[in-house]
């Protein structure tokens, strides 16, 4: 089945920097999505981004289809950024998801 | 428009214990999913429903878990008997049709969901 790569596993940043996070898939997908998983457990859609470039406040993201690839960019990050980010891609009907990024924004 | 819903949010049981777990999704959405993360891991697809129907339940562990969705609305997920692997995040998730074309049919759009824990 698909493979979904994501770098780098784990993140620390200072408030206020930025960050790029990566995501890799092993196929074409035409439904590629980011969410963000915080402390709590709640899983937010942040993007639906099967290809092209979207912007969403602070938050923005870029995939290449062709390539294979997506990236999550954070900037000017907030504590409340911190969590598990994920990359997941449509496969047969289902998402398959990366194992995702550990995000800890520190103040 | 109400989001996906999920009932209940913390569920604490001891091992051995029946859990029922219900997802409600967004209205209209034929395809319901439940996903989980157990601890530390990746999520991990558990099945999906078109409707009433089971399309895909490959992702189901073992036969502890029964997943029914009456009628092609809500859907409940039980586990019985609850084992201490079983702990994690349950998720469920719907959307629209899926040949449907744009980001409006292709979106996943998760609940909040229910977590496990089996002591």
């Known amino acids: 089945g698909i493979q979904v790569e994501q770098s780098p596993p784990d993140l620390i940043l200072q408030e206020g920097a930025n960050s790029t996070l990566r995501c890799n898939f092993s196929d074409s997908v035409n439904n590629l999505q980011w969410f963000h998983q915080n402390p709590w457990g709640q899983l937010i859609n942040l993007f639906y981004i099967p290809s092209g470039t979207k912007q969403n406040g602070r938050l923005s993201a870029t995939t290449v289809a062709t390539e294979r690839y997506s990236l999550l960019y954070i900037s000017s990050s907030q504590t409340t950024d911190s969590g598990v980010y994920f990359c997941a891609v449509r496969s047969r009907g289902k998402l398959v998801f990366g194992a995702g990024t550990i995000l800890r924004v520190k103040s | 428009e109400a989001g996906v819903t999920q009932f209940p949010s913390h569920s604490v049981i001891e091992k051995g214990q029946t859990v029922t777990l219900r997802c409600d999704p967004i209205s209209g959405h034929d395809n319901l999913y439940w996903y989980r993360r157990v601890m530390g891991k990746e999520i991990k697809f558990l099945l999906h429903f078109v409707k009433e129907s089971k399309q895909d339940e490959s992702g189901m562990p073992n036969n502890r878990f029964l997943a029914e969705r009456t009628g092609g609305t809500y859907s409940t997920l039980k586990v019985q008997p609850a084992e201490l692997e079983d702990s994690g995040v349950y998720f469920c998730?719907?959307?629209?049709?899926?040949?449907?074309?744009?980001?409006?049919?292709?979106?996943?759009?998760f609940g909040e969901g229910s977590w496990l824990t089996v002591v």
């Open positions: 998730a719907s959307s629209r049709t899926l040949w449907e074309r744009g980001s409006s049919g292709n979106t996943i759009y």
